[in-house]
């Protein structure tokens, strides 16, 4: 995200506003270390990836349990994003960062925060009747749609090549859902709605960091629902019976805050593309955590039809790393001639 430097644009499937805090400030005002050369791989950004996935695992399969339980999926939601708003107000220290709270469009701020909150109400929805490994699956090919919306509604224009691996991706789609084969139902209904919502949610922090603040892209995405749903809480809203649901809808906020600070950290110390294929290795986790606390274990179709989405994404962000270098070593070339050609 651009305070007062250049700004660092990245494509990672994980990344929310919080991947946009990349400048060499961070939130609290001090420095950071620069991100390596596109290159270099640092472990310790590997690490921080890897363990991302796992708490954001933990994430959705806490959300699994909670709505297979009997807990409404807005309520869940509701709660994942007061606990999150506490999180950010202490950690962005709020009593002293008046940035989070200055905006510059805040219907703009409001409709961003809605796609942000229905992704996570429809994934939890999506999650009563799918496994883990399914959702995450469909979730993977959320990139392929932000780099063909891209193009209406940012000037970004993908190339040929690009367009096949978005038209290859959505084959994977299609082989885990198998419409007109008696497998499509309901949950991957709002699987995908969830990935669609997340996808323009995307789009908008990226057309939005121009002119808003980190901070504020922040705080917005969380306290909207908050605001919005609360008149409803009374009507989905109920008094967990079991001590571990109260544990798990307080941890819901806290994994997912953890786990987009781990992946801030990441891309501190490495670029997008440097990263890009261990993203994908939250699937691992998806399989185990979906077999150990509820017996579910993916299919060959699901299997093969992930694989098929994650090639396809690894290789749109290789024609973008492609992009930019030519971009870089072309001196005044057009972007959208250049993108064609890739």
């Not at 005002?29 to 590997?46: C, L, V």
């Not at 994942?80 to 008046?98: E, G, M, S, Y």
């Not at 600070?261 to 490495?270: E, H, N, P, T």
């Amino acid at each position: 995200m651009r305070h007062n430097g250049a700004r660092v644009r990245t494509l990672s499937l994980f990344s929310s506003d919080w991947s946009f805090m990349t400048d060499s400030t961070s939130a609290d005002g001090g420095s950071r270390r620069q991100p390596q050369p596109e290159t270099a791989t640092p472990a310790s950004a590997i690490g921080l990836i890897f363990l991302s996935g796992i708490v954001l695992s933990c994430l959705d399969a806490s959300g699994k349990y909670l709505v297979t339980s009997g807990l409404a999926a807005p309520f869940v939601a509701w709660v994942r994003f007061a606990v999150h708003v506490v999180l950010v107000l202490i950690l962005l220290q709020a009593w002293r960062n008046p940035r989070m709270f200055h905006v510059k469009s805040l219907p703009w701020q409001i409709i961003r925060g809605c796609f942000l909150f229905g992704s996570t109400v429809l994934n939890f929805l999506a999650l009563k009747t799918l496994q883990l490994a399914e959702t995450v699956s469909i979730f993977f090919f959320a990139p392929m749609v932000i780099t063909a919306l891209a193009g209406p509604l940012l000037g970004e224009w993908a190339g040929w090549r690009r367009w096949m691996a978005i038209v290859v991706g959505f084959i994977g789609v299609l082989v885990i859902t198998r419409p007109g084969l008696g497998v499509f139902g309901l949950g991957h209904l709002y699987a995908i709605g969830a990935m669609s919502c997340y996808s323009l949610y995307v789009i908008l922090t990226r057309r939005m960091s121009a002119t808003e603040s980190a901070e504020s892209l922040i705080f917005y995405s969380a306290l909207t629902p908050v605001v919005l749903m609360f008149p409803a809480v009374p009507l989905y809203g109920v008094v967990p019976p079991e001590p571990l649901q109260w544990v798990l809808l307080l941890a819901l906020g806290v994994f997912g805050a953890t786990g987009h600070w781990l992946i801030i950290k990441a891309y501190r110390q490495a670029t997008t593309y440097a990263l890009a294929p261990y993203p994908y290795l939250q699937m691992v986790w998806m399989i185990a955590f979906g077999y150990f606390l509820f017996g579910q274990l993916p299919d060959l179709w699901t299997l093969g039809g992930a694989a098929i989405i994650v090639a396809s994404g690894l290789y749109i962000v290789h024609r973008e790393h492609r992009l930019r270098l030519a971009g870089r070593s072309v001196p005044n070339a057009e972007t959208e001639p250049l993108a064609k050609k890739l």
